[in-house]
T-cell receptor
Framework: DAKTTQPPSMDCAEGRAANLPCNHS???????VYWYRQIHSQGPQYIIH???NNETNEMASLIITEDRKSSTLILPHATLRDTAVYYC?????????????FGDGTTLTVKP | DTGVSQDPRHKITKRGQNVTFRCDPI?????LYWYRQTLGQGPEFLTY????????KSRLLSDRFSAERPKGSFSTLEIQRTEQGDSAMYLC????????????FGPGTRLTVL
């Protein structure tokens, strides 16, 4: 699996947008970008994924650069409950792969 | 609740004892994964099943570890002769085989080996 690089920590003010970057310069053509988050002492929670196009769901938006070497997860109006570790993963679709390779993620702290 | 469930949520054991954890995936998911997570680190892949077949095992899965999914539904992870280094959160996830497929994680089993 391609490796990802994320900043270890970030702060964000409550109500503001949180923009979490991820570098995946060795991503392959069939690999998707997935984002998960993990709130303390819970299992990781799926947020969003994409291949080439930008994606949006009720939780977040995912912006993928045209060369696909980096992406940004956007939480449009961060709340205190968004404080968590955010993981960016790249992997092929399930038909071609099993495991997900997690790095150490970005610890996002949302402050009042 | 139709999510992934794990049992027990917490386990404290003495070094040298055997422990077994159970994972019940989302019912229509034919893939099941086990991960291990130590404090401050991201989850590390251990093994995964497609139906009852174990398709991949990590080098982290030493001879003391064994995982089964006998009927392609629930899975068990057994650790024999536990060591203090086995203390970790053990996470289970499930997914469909086809498609882009996000993995859905359970709450984990926290193991403490004294």
């Amino acid at each position: 699996d391609a490796k990802t690089t994320q900043p270890p920590s970030m702060d964000c003010a409550e109500g503001r947008a949180a923009n979490l970057p991820c570098n995946h310069s060795t991503i392959s053509g069939n690999e998707y970008v997935y984002w998960y988050r993990q709130i303390h002492s819970q299992g990781p929670q799926y947020i969003i994924h994409g291949l080439k196009n930008n994606e949006t769901n009720e939780m977040a938006s995912l912006i993928i650069t045209e060369d696909r070497k980096s992406s940004t997860l956007i939480l449009p109006h961060a709340t205190l409950r968004d404080t968590a570790v955010y993981y960016c993963i790249v992997r092929p679709p399930n038909t071609n792969a099993g495991k997900s390779t997690f790095g150490d993620g970005t610890t996002l702290t949302v402050k009042p | 609740d139709t999510g992934v469930s794990q049992d027990p949520r917490h386990k404290i054991t003495k070094r040298g004892q055997n422990v077994t954890f159970r994972c019940d995936p989302i019912s229509e998911h034919n893939r099941l994964y086990w991960y291990r997570q130590t404090l401050g680190q991201g989850p590390e892949f251990l093994t995964y099943f497609q139906n009852e077949a174990q398709l991949e095992k990590s080098r982290l899965l030493s001879d003391r570890f064994s995982a089964e999914r006998p009927k392609g539904s629930f899975s068990t992870l057994e650790i024999q002769r536990t060591e203090q280094g086995d203390s970790a959160m053990y996470l289970c996830a499930s997914s469909l085989t086809m498609g882009e497929g996000e993995q859905f994680f359970g709450p984990g089993t926290r193991l403490t080996v004294l």
